[in-house]
Structures are given as structure tokens and as C-alpha cells.
DNA sequence: TAAAGCTGTAACATTCTTTGTTTCAACTTT
DNA sequence: AAAGTTGAAACAAAGAATGTTACAGCTTTA
């Protein structure tokens, strides 16, 4: 199992906003080519961080543009943003423990914390890094070219 | 995307052994009963413990042991165990971004280092628990039905 | 030694999720 | 009005997770 592509996708896609929305018009389907991405996952993408309040696009016009400060948008941020872990959490309870059994009527109750620290700890983690950062360091590494 | 309910099957499996094989023979079938899981899966479940030292099988005769003691597994050895994760890690990349493109090749260099962080901070949550606080929560609640 | 009960495993089936594709209405600019 | 774009629905394809069937081989016990 592995968390979906669209969260490397979408950080990709603000990168690329940042970087060339001022010199050109970052639309769809140069996000497409940039990313390697199907045009329309791309919006599909987009559309989730607009209606996170990350983006904002326009009908018509096209070219995408960010609606926050760069540092004021996390990984996590962005994580949330397109879904990437559905209201169940990360883990995956087995369905049908059996009530009859002592052990199958409490292991939820046993474990649920536990999970839910570890997706916590893996969330916070994704807090630590802002846009600003990713966006710093790429055009670091491209200036070094 | 959630991880795979093996994970919670095999602490359910493991906490029933420690709870029930004094007593009883602890089967495929029995095991199937509690958790609610096919008997087949459960087998590849223990075949994955055992593989990995946690658990005793053998043909023939029936009933699983533990192979070790409860204090030295961990969530994370039983996570590991039943291949939650590949090797590719807990993110999935988009898998081809534009080498001809800034930022397109430079994204897996931004970003690797901090998905890795945010993978080994839930990683590490995991090892804080061990099978005996499990086992010892689960027995307690049990004893206060 | 035969029967019964169990494990190990392969092959296949089913369902769900992810990703891609096609299509087209609606919008904006020129 | 034409050209380029977004938004979104509907469908397709591929892959992953889970379940099912089937059966060979092991161990115990009668």
C-alpha cells in the first residue's frame, strides 16, 4: 500500500506554480508535462487545493496561482488537501472481529489509540515543512546547475 | 489509501495466542473465527510471522506459538512482518516527471529526505509498543468485563 | 496403518482503489 | 466569433487487497 501520488503531485504542481507563474501561464497542461501527469488528474488536483484555499483558477483565463503565503502552507497542508487518507485513518481495521471472543470484542478499543498516535506522529512530521522551504531549496538546486 | 488490515489482523492473531494457547490449541480456523478473517489469509498472516521469528507453525499437528517473548515485539516488527509497506516506501511518487523541466527533475531531490522523515516518525511510533502492553491491556479490560 | 484434523501454498475470483481517457459545457480573452 | 482554457462527468484500464477453492503433505491418535 502506498499513499497516492497525487500528494507528490500537487507539491510538484505548487512548485512549478511558484517558480514560473510570474515569468508565464502555469496552466493544466503544462503541469501536465511538467509533472508527467494526465491533464486532468492535474486538475482534478488543483481543484482539491482550491477548495482548500491553496489555489485559486479561473475558468477561461487559465494559469494557476497560489492563495496563501508559501509559509503559511505545510505538507500536511497539502496532504489533507487532496485526500490522501480517507476518515477511517491511515490504518485499515480488520472489519469483522468477533464479539463472542474477549480478545475479538477489545482489540479495537486496545489499539486504537496506538494507531492513532502513529498517524499522528507521521502527520506532525508533515506539519515541520512549509511550501517556502520545498520552493527555497528547489531553486537552490536549479541555480546550482 | 489506508494500510493493509493484514497489520491488525496479525496483532489481533498474536494476542490470541498469547491469550488462548495455554488452554487450547490455537488454529487457523479458531483464529479465523475470532478475528473475522478467512482462514486462508490467516495462514499467509502466520506463514508471514513465522517467517519473520514471531511465530511457531507446524503441519500436521495445529496450534501457533509464539517464538519470542511478548516484550520483544513490537507494532513495527509485526508491520514489518506482514509487508505493510514496500520497498519503494509509504509515498507513492509520480513516476515520471519531466527531466526537461526544473523542477521537474529536481523534485525527488526536494522532497525524498522529508517524506523518509515523515515514514520513520510513524515508524518509530510503532516501536514504542510492544506486544506485552497489548497483551496486558487486552487482559485487563477482559478481567473488568 | 488408516482416519481425522491441521498447515502450506497455488490458482483463481471478486471487489476496491488508483490512474488515465474521452468528451463536452462554460468561461475568458482577443 | 474563434481560440484556448477550466470544470466535471462518465467511462476504461490496471493494480492491489481480500476472499475462495482445492489439494498435497504433515502429525496425532484410534
Chains 1, 2 share one sequence.
Do not use: W
Not at 479561473?58 to 476518515?87: F, M, N, P, W
Request: net charge negative.
Amino acid at each position: 500500500m502506498q499513499i497516492t501520488s497525487k500528494f507528490t503531485t500537487a507539491v510538484h504542481i505548487l512548485t512549478c506554480i511558484e517558480v514560473f507563474s510570474e515569468q508565464m501561464r502555469v496552466t493544466s497542461d503544462f503541469l501536465s508535462g511538467s509533472t508527467g501527469v494526465n491533464a486532468v488528474i492535474v486538475r482534478n488536483v488543483l481543484s482539491k487545493l482550491r477548495s482548500a484555499g491553496i489555489v485559486n483558477t479561473r475558468q477561461g483565463s487559465g494559469g494557476a496561482h497560489l492563495a496563501k503565503a508559501l509559509d503559511e502552507i505545510t505538507l500536511y497542508d497539502i496532504y489533507k488537501a487532496v485526500d490522501c487518507v480517507d476518515d477511517e485513518g491511515l490504518f485499515h481495521f480488520h472489519e469483522n472481529p468477533n464479539a463472542n471472543c474477549p480478545v475479538g470484542r477489545n482489540i479495537h478499543k486496545v489499539m486504537d489509540g496506538r494507531l492513532t498516535a502513529a498517524q499522528t506522529a507521521f502527520e506532525n512530521e508533515l506539519k515541520k515543512t512549509t511550501l517556502a522551504e520545498v520552493v527555497s531549496d528547489t531553486k537552490k538546486i536549479i541555480s546550482e546547475e
